[in-house]
């Protein structure tokens, strides 16, 4: 089992920044895949940006060059830096984690976890 905690969220005026964490715990020995998913009320969720391991970094087209997301390993931590925020942007955002290995060295490339979801509003 894989337990995430996302930080971060709260209410930001349009044009400010926020920078969320989310920090994994349990019985793991790593994970594949950290990212970040946003879903506005009313709206499926969405990807935002996924990051892997080994540092690749994936972003939906539409957030590119406004969020930067980064990983510490170490820590098990990914970020989510949000700038030039709008207020299309307010929504919960997922930390997820997928691709998982067990301390025994077993991988389950399929496995996958949420986090509870942290709120951003950007007021306009």
């Known amino acids: 089992q894989v337990q995430l905690v996302e930080s971060g969220g709260g209410l930001v005026q349009a044009g400010g920044s926020l920078r969320l964490s989310c920090t994994a715990s349990?019985?793991?020995?790593?994970?594949?895949?950290m990212g970040w998913y946003r879903q506005a009320p009313g709206k499926q969720r969405d990807l935002v940006a996924t990051?892997?391991?080994?540092?690749?970094?994936n972003y939906a087209d539409s957030l590119k060059g406004r969020f930067t997301i980064s990983r510490d390993n170490a820590k098990n931590t990914v970020y989510l830096q949000m700038n030039s925020l709008k207020p299309e942007d307010t929504a919960v955002y997922y930390c997820?984690?997928?691709?998982?290995?067990?301390?025994?060295?077993?991988?389950?490339?399929?496995?996958?976890?949420w986090g509870q979801g942290t709120q951003v509003t950007v007021s306009s």
């Open positions: 990051i892997t391991s080994g540092g690749s970094a």
């Open positions: 997820n984690a997928g691709g998982i290995t067990l301390p025994n060295g077993v991988v389950f490339p399929s496995l996958n976890f």
């Open positions: 349990g019985s793991f020995f790593g994970i594949n895949v």
